[in-house]
């Protein structure tokens, strides 16, 4: 489990007192004793895009840990005051420079252990290629497309949850 009240958290950002450990809600949290300020360890969201063209599927080789020189779909950080579709479209134009537009959600993955940098949880959505020429960039090594039945090693359960999820529609198809 998460630690909610991380002592590595020692001052207060608004007003700089020393923090203090005490339950809030229902679980222990840093909060200040002079202004009331609650630090809150809020999840780290990343969102990720499907592409697939032709039965391949838009891959990027990463070349930042976690996971680094396995390959994932298209994917980053969300932003605060940011859409996630539109941290998608972002992503996959920063790590593949296609341009793609979101069709649908594909699910919403909780991953609490996600270590280091990972994210918590991870917004995936099935988007179509629109244009661009096909060239890596950003936290990418490589990017490419790649046969369903042939893909190289995936980093992260999600991904391979998806595509698990679109072999099994082709096979009902
Ligand atoms: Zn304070």
């Known amino acids: 489990m998460p630690n909610s009240a991380p002592e590595e958290f020692a001052y207060c950002p608004l007003c700089a007192a020393p923090l203090i450990t005490k339950v809030v809600g229902d679980k222990p949290r840093r909060v200040c004793p002079d202004c009331g300020y609650v630090h809150y360890t809020d999840p780290k969201v990343g969102v990720g895009v499907f ?13 930042v840990p976690p996971q680094k020189g396995k390959w994932s779909v298209p994917a980053g950080f969300l932003d605060r005051g940011e859409d996630p579709k539109e941290t998608a479209v972002r992503e996959a134009l920063e790590e593949t420079n296609l341009h793609v537009a979101i069709e649908e959600l594909i699910d919403v993955y909780f991953n609490p252990n996600a270590a280091g940098p ?31 039945h042939d893909l190289p090693e995936i980093a ?18």
């Open 118 to 148: 990972g994210a918590n949880i991870f917004i995936l959505y099935r988007a179509r290629l629109l244009g661009g020429d096909l060239q890596a960039g950003d936290d990418a090594a490589q990017a490419g497309f790649f046969c369903l």
């Open 51 to 63: 592409v697939v063209e032709d039965d391949k599927l838009l891959l990027v080789q990463r070349s």
């Open 156 to 173: 992260f359960a999600s991904a391979r949850d998806a595509i698990q999820r679109l072999r099994t529609r082709n096979t009902l198809a």
